[in-house]
C-alpha cells in the first residue's frame, strides 16, 4: 500500500507532459472523504456506547481506536498527495493524540507523568477518581456538568500520597506495621500511633510542597481540608473516619495535609478497612482544599427518608455555624420535610431548640459555642432556600442515579453552596423488600413499548412538558420529562433539568443525545408521534433501558432503580470510554481562519478530521491553479437567471448523464442536496425582490471585482470562482456573494445516521458590528430550523445531523433562501432592533418546521 | 414459581455481568453471574440452569470447552454464545450445533433481550 502511494506521489510531484492523474487525485479525495465520513461514524458510535443501551467491553474500545488510528494514517496520507506534502506535521499531530490514548487502554496514563500533583477544582480531570479520590471528583463533576455552586479549590491529588510515602520510606513500613497488627502482634491503638506518627514527623517532597503552597497562597484566607480517598464516597462510605480540618490558614495547609493523611491510619479507619477485607489493598489518599465557607446555616439532606416516614418526601437538617452540628450529630437540629416532586412543597417542619454551634476561630480552627437565646428556636432556613436545597440535591441523585447525601451551607449573605455529595448509605430494611420487578411493573399500563432509540439508558418519572419553541424554556418544571418534536440544540440549557426526554426526530448520535448524556438523563429519541400521545401534564414514566413508556408513576421501578442497579455511568469501562472520548470527540478547531488553524492546533481527532477535510476542500478550491496542473477536468457552467457564474464540478452521479459541452442547466442537477438548495436559491422572490435599491447585476459585478482584493483572512482562501463539487448524494458548495463568503456541505443519503449539513458564512462589506448583526439573525433563523449554530463575529459556522431525506431537503432549500436573503442584509442592518424586523421577515415567507 | 427461568452468564469482562443481570431480572428471570470460568464450571455440576450465556474467549478455560461441558451435563440447556465481532464467523462455524444463537460484542439490551426471550419461549414451548 505505502509503495503503491509513494509511486503515486512520484508521479504526481512530477507529471510527465500529457499524463493526466486528475482523476487519481480526486480519487483521493473522495477516498479521504468516505474516511473521514468513517472516522465520523465510529466517533458517533463511541458516543453511542457511553448511553449505556449496549454491552461493550475493552477490546471493542481497544479496537476502535486501532480503526481510527489506521483511518487516519490514510488520511494524512490522501491529504498530503493532493497537497504536494503540505501537512506532513500532521504526524507528530497524531502522534500527541494517539499515545496517550493507547496508555489509556493499557492503564498506564498515571505512570506517564501527564497526571498533574496539584489541580485546581475547577480544572480537575474528570472520571480519574484513582487520582482524585471519589469525593474530589465528584465536585469537579458538579462544577462543571451540573453547574452547582461549589466553594473554589484545589485537590492534592494521590500522586503526592505516593511521592510522600517514597520520599519518607514509608511505604514498606506502614506494610510491616499492619501485617504486625494483622498477626496479632500489636492491637490497632499501637499499630495506629506508630504509623500516624511516622506520618506527621514526615516532609512532603519539594516539587508538591512548592505547588500546594502556592495554590494556599491564592484565593481564601482559609481553607478546609478533606480526605478525598479513592473508593471513599463510592460503594464504601468510610463516612467520618477521615479527618476534615476547617479555618486552617495558609501557612498551616502542608502541616493539616498530612493530618488528614495521618487520618488514614486512625484505629476506626483501620478497623473499618479490615472489617471491609481491604487491608491488604493500596490506599491512596487525595486531598480536598477548598475555601471555607464561613456558613450561618449548614447541614445535610438525605433524598431518601431514611426514617422512611414518606416515600416521596426528602429530608433537610440543618443548624447554625459550621457543619460538624448536624454531620456528628452534636445536638438537635431543624428537620424539613420536603415533597420530591416539583414545586417541593414543605410537608412538615421540626423546628429544634438548637445548644450550640460551631463557628470559625479568628486565629484558625473552630470553636464551639452557645446559641444565642433569640436565634435558639429560630428557623434556620428560609421557603426559598429550601426549595432550592431540595431542587440541587434531587438533580444530583438524578445525576449519580442513587440516593444522596448533601451537605450544604448558606453564608452570611443567604447565598447556598454544595459541600459534598456521596450515596447515602441506608439498610435495606429501608426500602421494601422487592417483589418480582418484573412482576411490580406488569401492573402499570404501558404506552408504548419498544418505541424509538435509545440515546442515554436509564429511568425517569414525571409530568409531560412539551418544547416546542425556546420561549417555552423559561417555565420547563424541574423534573419533568421533556417531550419534543426535534432536538433542537437550543434544548440543552433544559437538559439538565429533565427527569427524561422523549423526542420525535434526531438520532443517538446528535447534539441533544450527547448533552443528555453527558448529564446522564434517559433519553428516547425517534419516538413516532410522541407529542400527540403524550400530552402536556401527563405523568409517566420513562425506561429507556426496556424501551417501555408507562402511564403514571411506577415506583417500584423508580426505586428498584435507583436503589438495586447498576449505575452503569460510574463502571469503570464507562469512565475509560470517557476518557477516550474526550480525546476523541470534542472539536475545538471551528473557524478555519483563526490562528490555531494548524496541525499544531489539533487536539482531538475530531480536529484532525476537522483539518484535514478543510484543506483538501481548500486546495480543490484552487481550480486555476488544480486546471493548471491537471488536464482534462471536466467543469460545467449553471447556466440561470440567477447571476452566480456557478461552476460544477461531478464526481460520480451528481448530474445528468447526458450531459455535454461546458454548460449545464438546472434541470440537469441529480445531485439531491444541490437540487434541494438550489430550488430554495432559485425559488420565486428569493433574487427577484431586491431590497437594495441599485441595479442588481451592476452591482454583484462590481462587488465580484473588488472582492479579491478585499484585505482579511476569509479573502485569502477564495481565489477561484464559485464552485459546487457534487455527487448523487453530496455537494460541496462554495459561494462568494459580493463580501460573505458562504459554505455549505451536505450529504443526503438513505440512511439518515449519514446525513448532515453544514454551513459556514462569514465576511461583509461593512464594518465588523453590522456584520456581527447579520451573524446574529442568521444564528436565530438558523436555530429556528434545529441548526447547532456557533457565531463569533461575523463567523457563523452551522450544522445539523442525522435527519432523514425530507427534512435535510427541506433545510437546503431554506439554507438556498437564506443565502439569497442575507446577502446584502448587513447594510440594511443599522441597528440591533432592526434584527426581529428581519427575522420576521423571514419567517413570514417562510413558515419555521 | 416454578415457572421463573434460571440463567447463568459468564464473561470475565465484569462490567458484562453487571450489565445483564438488572436487564435480565427485569424480564423476570433469576440470574446467577460468573467472572470465573472455574467457578462457573464448578456450578455447572451443581445445578441445572435452563439458559447458559457465556463468552468465548476467556483466561483459564476456553469458552467453547466451557459449552461443551454444559451441553454434556445438562443437554437441555439453551447456550447463548457472545462474542467479539472478529471471532464471529468461526465461532459460528465450529458450533452451529448446539448452540442457541450468536450475538456480537457490542451489543444492545433489547438484543440479548430477544434472543433469552426467544430461547425462554422454545424451553416452555418444550416442556408443555
Given at each position: 500500500m505505502w509503495e503503491y502511494l509513494h509511486n503515486l506521489w512520484k508521479r504526481i510531484r512530477?507529471?510527465?507532459?500529457?499524463?493526466?492523474?486528475f482523476p487519481e487525485i480526486f480519487e483521493h479525495f473522495q477516498e479521504l472523504l468516505q474516511n473521514h465520513q468513517q472516522v465520523m461514524e465510529l466517533i458517533a458510535d463511541l458516543g453511542e456506547k457511553s448511553g449505556g443501551e449496549y454491552i461493550f467491553d475493552r477490546k471493542y474500545m481497544a479496537d476502535t481506536v486501532d480503526q481510527m488510528h489506521t483511518l487516519l494514517l490514510h488520511m494524512v496520507q490522501r491529504l498530503n498527495l493532493i497537497t504536494s506534502n503540505?501537512?506532513?506535521e500532521l504526524h507528530p499531530a497524531l502522534d500527541r493524540i494517539f499515545v496517550p490514548l493507547e496508555s489509556e487502554l493499557r492503564g498506564r496514563l498515571s505512570l506517564?507523568?501527564?497526571?498533574?500533583?496539584v489541580v485546581s477544582l475547577a480544572e480537575a480531570p474528570l472520571d480519574r477518581p484513582e487520582l482524585t479520590g471519589g469525593k474530589a471528583n465528584n465536585l469537579a463533576v458538579i462544577i462543571r456538568n451540573l453547574h452547582l455552586p461549589v466553594p473554589p479549590g484545589f485537590i492534592i491529588t494521590t500522586q503526592v500520597y505516593r511521592l510522600f510515602l517514597e520520599f519518607n520510606q514509608l511505604e514498606n513500613r506502614i506494610h510491616a506495621w499492619l501485617e504486625s497488627w494483622a498477626a496479632g502482634e500489636k492491637d490497632e491503638d499501637q499499630i495506629s500511633r506508630q504509623i500516624q506518627y511516622s506520618i506527621l514527623a514526615g516532609v512532603v517532597p519539594q516539587e508538591a510542597g512548592v505547588e500546594i503552597k502556592r495554590q494556599a497562597d491564592k484565593g481564601a484566607v482559609h481553607w478546609a481540608l478533606r480526605s478525598s480517598a479513592y473508593g471513599e464516597d463510592g460503594e464504601l462510605s468510610f463516612a467520618g473516619l477521615h479527618e476534615s480540618l476547617l479555618n486552617v490558614p495558609p501557612r498551616g495547609v502542608l502541616k493539616a495535609y498530612k493530618k488528614v493523611l495521618a487520618s488514614l491510619y486512625s484505629p476506626d479507619a483501620l478497623m473499618y478497612r479490615q472489617k471491609m477485607g481491604m487491608l491488604g489493598e493500596d490506599t491512596a489518599m487525595a486531598v480536598l482544599v477548598q475555601e471555607l465557607v464561613p456558613s450561618r446555616v449548614s447541614g445535610l439532606i438525605h433524598t431518601l427518608d431514611i426514617s422512611a416516614e414518606a416515600v416521596d418526601c426528602l429530608v433537610i437538617y440543618a443548624s447554625w455555624g459550621l457543619g460538624r452540628t448536624v454531620v456528628e450529630g452534636r445536638g438537635p437540629v431543624d428537620r424539613f420535610v420536603v415533597e420530591?416532586?416539583?414545586?417541593?412543597?414543605?410537608?412538615h417542619r421540626e423546628i429544634a431548640a438548637k445548644e450550640t454551634l460551631v463557628r470559625p476561630h479568628t486565629s484558625g480552627g473552630e470553636e464551639v459555642e452557645e446559641v444565642s437565646p433569640e436565634e435558639?428556636?429560630?428557623?434556620?432556613?428560609s421557603e426559598d432556600q429550601i426549595h432550592r436545597l431540595a431542587s440541587w440535591a434531587l438533580t444530583l441523585e438524578r445525576y449519580f442515579k442513587r440516593p444522596q447525601e448533601v451537605e450544604w451551607a448558606v453564608d452570611q449573605s443567604g447565598q447556598c453552596f454544595i459541600l459534598q455529595s456521596r450515596g447515602l448509605v441506608f439498610s435495606?430494611?429501608?426500602?421494601?423488600p422487592q417483589q418480582d420487578i418484573c412482576q411490580s411493573c406488569a401492573q402499570y399500563s404501558v404506552?408504548?413499548?419498544?418505541a424509538g432509540v435509545v440515546a442515554h439508558a436509564g429511568v425517569g418519572a414525571g409530568v409531560v412538558a412539551q418544547v416546542?419553541?425556546?420561549?417555552?424554556m423559561t417555565r420547563f418544571p424541574e423534573g419533568a420529562v421533556l417531550v419534543t418534536k426535534y432536538t433542537a440544540p437550543w434544548l440543552a440549557r433544559i437538559v439538565p433539568k429533565a427527569a427524561a426526554i422523549i423526542t420525535e426526530r434526531g438520532s443517538a448520535a446528535g447534539h441533544l443525545a450527547t448533552i443528555a448524556r453527558e448529564f446522564r438523563v434517559p433519553t428516547l429519541v425517534g419516538v413516532e408521534g410522541a407529542t400527540e400521545f403524550l400530552p402536556e401534564g401527563m405523568k409517566i414514566t420513562v425506561d429507556t433501558k426496556s424501551r417501555i413508556i408507562y402511564d403514571g408513576r411506577v415506583n417500584e421501578l423508580l426505586q428498584y432503580e435507583l436503589v438495586?442497579?447498576?449505575?452503569?455511568?460510574?463502571a469503570p469501562e464507562f469512565r475509560l470510554l470517557r476518557r477516550l472520548l474526550s480525546r476523541?470527540?470534542?472539536?475545538?478547531?471551528?473557524?478555519?481562519?483563526?490562528?490555531?488553524?494548524t496541525p499544531q492546533g489539533c487536539l482531538s481527532i475530531h480536529d484532525v478530521i476537522r483539518f484535514i477535510h478543510e484543506k483538501a476542500v481548500e486546495e480543490l478550491m484552487d481550480l486555476p491553479g488544480l486546471v493548471k496542473r491537471f488536464k482534462g477536468v471536466h467543469i460545467f457552467t449553471l447556466v440561470s437567471d440567477?447571476?452566480?457564474g456557478l461552476k460544477i464540478l461531478d464526481?460520480?452521479?451528481?448530474?445528468?448523464?447526458e450531459a455535454s459541452g461546458s454548460r449545464l442547466f438546472p434541470?440537469?442537477?441529480?445531485?439531491a442536496p444541490m437540487k434541494a438548495l438550489w430550488e430554495g436559491l432559485s425559488g420565486?422572490?428569493?433574487?427577484?425582490?431586491?431590497?437594495?435599491?441599485?441595479d442588481f447585476k451592476g452591482m454583484m459585478s462590481s462587488l465580484s471585482k473588488t472582492w479579491v482584493e478585499t484585505?482579511?483572512?476569509?479573502?485569502?482562501?477564495?481565489?477561484?470562482?464559485?464552485l459546487a463539487v457534487v455527487t448523487e448524494t453530496y455537494m460541496n458548495l462554495h459561494l462568494r456573494l459580493g463580501y460573505h463568503f458562504n459554505l455549505v456541505d451536505a450529504r443526503i443519503d438513505p440512511?439518515?445516521?449519514r446525513n448532515h449539513i453544514y454551513f459556514r458564512f462569514v465576511g461583509g462589506v461593512t464594518d465588523l458590528t453590522r456584520r456581527s448583526r447579520r451573524a446574529q439573525l442568521l444564528a436565530n433563523i438558523l436555530s429556528h430550523y434545529h441548526f447547532k449554530v456557533d457565531t463569533k463575529g461575523d463567523l457563523v459556522v452551522a450544522k445539523v445531523l442525522h435527519l432523514p431525506r425530507e427534512d435535510q431537503e427541506n433545510r437546503l432549500r431554506i439554507l438556498g433562501r437564506l443565502i439569497g436573503f442575507t446577502r446584502q442584509l448587513d447594510i440594511q442592518l443599522?441597528?440591533?432592533?432592526?434584527i426581529p424586523e428581519f427575522i420576521e421577515a423571514f419567517f413570514e415567507q417562510n413558515t419555521p418546521a | 414459581m416454578k415457572d421463573q427461568l434460571t440463567i447463568m452468564v459468564l464473561d470475565d469482562e465484569p462490567i458484562v455481568c453487571k450489565r445483564l443481570k438488572p436487564a435480565l431480572e427485569k424480564l423476570g428471570y433469576a440470574v446467577d453471574t460468573f467472572t470465573q470460568s472455574v467457578e462457573a464450571m464448578h456450578q455447572i455440576h451443581q445445578t441445572a440452569y435452563d439458559i447458559v450465556i457465556t463468552d468465548l474467549?476467556?483466561?483459564?478455560?476456553?469458552g467453547m470447552r466451557f459449552l461443551e461441558e454444559v451441553k454434556k451435563q445438562h443437554p437441555q440447556t439453551e447456550v447463548i454464545v457472545i462474542t467479539g465481532f472478529a471471532t464471529m464467523e468461526t465461532a459460528k462455524q465450529s458450533f452451529r450445533?448446539?448452540?442457541?444463537d450468536f450475538i456480537a460484542k457490542p451489543f444492545k439490551l433489547n438484543e440479548i433481550q430477544e434472543v433469552v426471550n426467544r430461547a425462554a419461549a422454545k424451553i416452555k414451548g418444550a416442556a408443555v
Open positions: 512530477w507529471p510527465k507532459p500529457g499524463l493526466v492523474v503540505r501537512y506532513l506517564s507523568g501527564e497526571m498533574p500533583l420530591r416532586d416539583y414545586p417541593h412543597r414543605i410537608r435558639r428556636e429560630a428557623v434556620t432556613l435495606k430494611a429501608v426500602t421494601p404506552l408504548v413499548r419498544d416546542s419553541s425556546d420561549l417555552d438495586q442497579s447498576l449505575a452503569f455511568e460510574d476523541i470527540a470534542p472539536l475545538h478547531l471551528i473557524d478555519p481562519t483563526a490562528p490555531d488553524f440567477v447571476p452566480l464526481l460520480g452521479g451528481g448530474i445528468d448523464p434541470e440537469q442537477i441529480r445531485s420565486p422572490g428569493v433574487w427577484s425582490t431586491d431590497p437594495i435599491p441599485v484585505p482579511g483572512a476569509a479573502a485569502a482562501a477564495v481565489s477561484g470562482f464559485n440512511d439518515p445516521q443599522r441597528s440591533d432592533e432592526d | 474467549k476467556m483466561k483459564e478455560i476456553d450445533k448446539g448452540v442457541f
